[in-house]
């Protein structure tokens, strides 16, 4: 025989005590073997879950910050609106009493090149109705307040333009 052969070796027969102590050493090994891929599964799955878990808490929180920063967003972007709407409204009031100031000076003065009965008419009509709008608390109503005092400021101004218009006789 060689060196290289592919023969198993020949042992001696082994006895049936010898048998059995063998037999129950496998057995404790395959059964430690088995042991230990139970707890090496054991281990990947906690860690899985655990992975999984934290993933989930982390969407879930992002997704509740999102949602608290859009909710904040559109909470500003209405105030914003409101703030512009008041700003407006607040412009054309401003640009109503000019002209009511207009329109009772010119009327006072009595000139014939101005429609008097028409100037005496819009001299009772004085802008009123301004609020003091806060947009805080009632966004949506005080755009709309604000929006309805403004359509009224400016039908005055067209008023009063039309009555300072001079007369062509």
């Known amino acids: 025989m ?15 005590e010898e048998q059995s102590f063998y037999g129950i050493i496998a057995a404790g090994v395959r059964d430690g073997e088995f042991w230990v891929r139970k707890r090496v599964r054991r281990f990947v799955a906690t860690v899985l879950s655990l992975l999984v878990s934290i993933a989930l808490c982390c969407c879930g929180t992002f997704l509740w910050w999102d949602t608290q920063g859009k909710a904040k967003r ?24 000019r002209l009511y100031g207009q329109v009772a000076s010119t009327f006072s003065e009595l000139d014939e090149s101005y429609d008097l009965d028409a100037l005496a008419a819009l001299r009772d009509k004085k802008p009123e109705g301004y609020k003091l709008l806060y947009c805080d608390t009632d966004v949506d109503g005080d755009v709309r307040e604000a929006k309805a005092l403004k359509r009224s400021f400016d039908r005055l101004a067209v008023e009063y333009r039309k009555a300072l218009t001079p007369v062509g006789k």
Do not use: D, I, L, W
Not at 9 to 14: G, I, N, Q, W
Not at 82 to 96: F, L, P
């Open 2 to 16: 060689g060196r290289h052969s592919k023969k198993k070796p020949r042992t001696a027969p082994v006895s049936t």
């Open 74 to 97: 559109a909470r500003m972007e209405a105030e914003n609106s409101c703030v512009q709407q008041v700003g407006s409204m607040t412009e054309s009031y401003n640009e109503a009493f």
